[in-house]
């Protein structure tokens, strides 16, 4: 593993080591990765093994637990899904998009670390038995179905995966497994939706939940197989059964084991659940319990921060169509109850993706902002969620930048995350 960098005074710093050298085992163990060097990193005495120029040098180690040498290493290359599931969003993706966005992430290490979540088609027992050597728990799991025969039918993955045989591996050897069901009307719902969370919550309590997602479909399918669109109607009728199954398979304290994502709920304008209906599950990674983790945050961050506005200020606030009608009526009335603020909403729609089939916030591309808000008067400048950007905060989807964006409209444009304190320091600076 080659080494980034080296913090200023560490351990690492002392030893003599280098952005450049690389790490290639600790206690005569090769390091393949962040997670190995992690691991192996918790003994308080070392042997480590690094090539320097050219040359292997050994370093015998007495360190605190905690001590990480102050190394920083450059990104492990990230294992490839092994499925080419009908509804995989990246086959979605119009041509002429960034490298990245036609990757298709398998990567267990990380779901360990980032929550990710992955199939297991790629994962054999050596992979199954280092996850519980090394206890890389929870880890999340896409289920979408059981069914041997209809696994096949929308991976296309080609042989069984054997799938409940690695989630009783792992969950009797003490991994803790989140579980997915990406829904496609007619296709793994129904009798094949209880059956599937039927043969997970045999596996409970160390399968710990069965998130259910509706599909996220562009108008970019062509020539892949005909998934129905989650509608409205379809929501109104699916949100009833879902929770009657709910109801019927819940862990052996009580605790609930199916969780339905935010967007059955502000599509056919249900209310959302607050947070006792999570309980102890954090999945808002993964649109379950989003929106009502964002609402009790801000609510908690407005009351401690209690902020005042010195100069008459207008601004405008942009979202997605899904979140639009929600945020009007819940997030609107706590800004603009301020004096000398006035908050303005207007709502972006999705034609890069399809504006009947993309609606949430996040997926909206620069080029769609600024045909939609150029030559209008939007105040001081305009607010985006910053889960329009990248994971590095630099580009849209369709790779423009804000400044690009902002000359595009005439007005700045600008991001924050979900927090008062960020959204209050944007007016105060801007």
Request: net charge negative.
């Amino acid at each position: 593993m080659k080494i980034l960098s080296v913090s200023e005074n560490s351990t690492g710093a002392q030893l003599g080591l280098r952005p450049g050298d690389k790490v290639e085992a600790i206690d005569g163990s090769r390091v393949r990765d962040i997670i190995d060097y992690r691991f192996k990193m918790s003994d308080e005495n070392i042997i480590l093994r690094v090539r320097q120029d050219g040359t292997v040098q050994e370093y015998d180690i007495e360190k605190d637990y905690d001590d990480d040498l102050g190394i920083e290493f450059e990104d492990f290359r990230i294992r490839k899904c092994a499925n080419d599931c009908i509804f995989c969003f990246v086959d979605q993706n119009p041509p002429g998009m960034r490298d990245a966005l036609y990757f298709r992430d398998g990567d267990f290490r990380l779901s360990f670390l980032h929550g990710h979540y992955i199939t297991m088609t790629n994962m054999g027992w050596k992979e199954l038995k280092r996850v519980v050597e090394q206890r890389l728990t929870p880890l999340y799991i896409s289920v979408h179905v059981t069914q041997p025969d209809k696994r096949l039918e929308m991976f296309l993955y080609g042989k069984d995966d054997h799938l409940l045989r690695k989630f009783e591996y792992l969950t009797e050897n003490g991994i803790e497994l989140h579980s997915q069901v990406v829904l496609c009307p007619n296709w793994n719902d129904g009798d094949f939706l209880k059956q599937t969370i039927q043969d997970i919550h045999q596996f409970s309590p160390m399968a710990r939940s069965m998130s259910i997602v509706p599909a996220g479909l562009t108008k970019h399918r062509d020539g892949l197989p005909y998934i129905a669109p989650v509608t409205v109607e379809y929501a109104a009728q699916f949100l009833p059964f879902a929770e009657s199954i709910a109801d019927e398979y819940k862990l052996a304290d009580g605790r609930r084991f199916v969780f339905l994502s935010d967007e059955w709920y502000l599509m056919t304008d249900n209310p959302l659940p607050n947070m006792d209906y999570y309980e102890d599950s954090d999945l808002s990674e993964n649109g379950v319990g989003q929106v009502p983790y964002f609402w009790e945050q801000w609510q908690l961050g407005m009351d401690a921060l209690k902020p005042t506005i010195q100069e008459q200020k207008r601004v405008t606030v942009c979202t997605g169509t899904l979140i639009s009608d929600w945020f009007q009526s819940h997030w609107l009335p706590t800004v603009n109850q301020f004096k000398n603020l006035t908050v303005d909403h207007m709502t972006i729609k999705n034609s890069f993706y399809g504006e009947s089939e993309v609606t949430v916030s996040g997926l909206l591309v620069g080029q769609d902002i600024i045909d939609q808000l150029k030559g209008k008067d939007l105040g001081k400048m305009v607010i985006f969620s910053d889960r329009i950007l990248s994971e590095t905060g630099t580009v849209t989807l369709d790779d423009m930048t804000l400044e690009q964006i902002s000359e595009a409209v005439g007005t700045s444009v600008v991001v924050t995350d979900d927090t008062p304190k960020a959204f209050f320091n944007l007016l105060a600076t801007n």
